[in-house]
């Protein structure tokens, strides 16, 4: 398993949590769900990987960022988001 601490820049929530182990060496382009269910669909958050840094022989860190395309700006996210 390889070791993983997912970050973004974005304004979430405290209780957002994402993966800690991968089965495959995560990559950029990689779509990546919150391990958070949220509402009556049990939805979770999906972000995209804009980048991966190796920090040890199985360990990266990989900031996230919203999926290209899925919204027009930060301000439709953050208004979505907060109705999640």
Same mark, same amino acid.
């Given at each position: 398993?390889?070791?993983?601490?997912f970050?973004?820049?974005?304004?979430l929530?405290?209780?957002e949590?994402?993966?800690? =182990?991968?089965?495959?060496?995560?990559?950029?382009?990689?779509? $990546?769900?919150?391990?958070?269910?949220? &509402? %009556? #669909? *049990?939805?979770?958050?999906?972000?995209?990987?804009? =980048?991966?840094?190796?920090?040890?022989?199985?360990?990266?860190? $990989?900031?996230?960022?919203?999926?290209? &395309? %899925? #919204? *027009?700006?930060?301000?439709?996210?953050?208004?979505?988001?907060?109705?999640?």
């Open positions: 398993m390889i070791e993983t601490n970050f973004t820049n974005l304004d929530r405290p209780g949590t994402w993966p800690r =182990r991968m089965n495959s060496r995560p990559m950029v382009g990689d779509l $990546v769900r919150s391990a958070t269910q949220r &509402g %009556r #669909f *049990n939805s979770q958050l999906e972000l995209e990987i804009v =980048r991966v840094t190796i920090t040890g022989e199985n360990s990266f860190d $990989v900031e996230m960022h919203l999926i290209k &395309g %899925r #919204f *027009n700006n930060i301000g439709e996210f953050h208004k979505w988001y907060n109705n999640f």
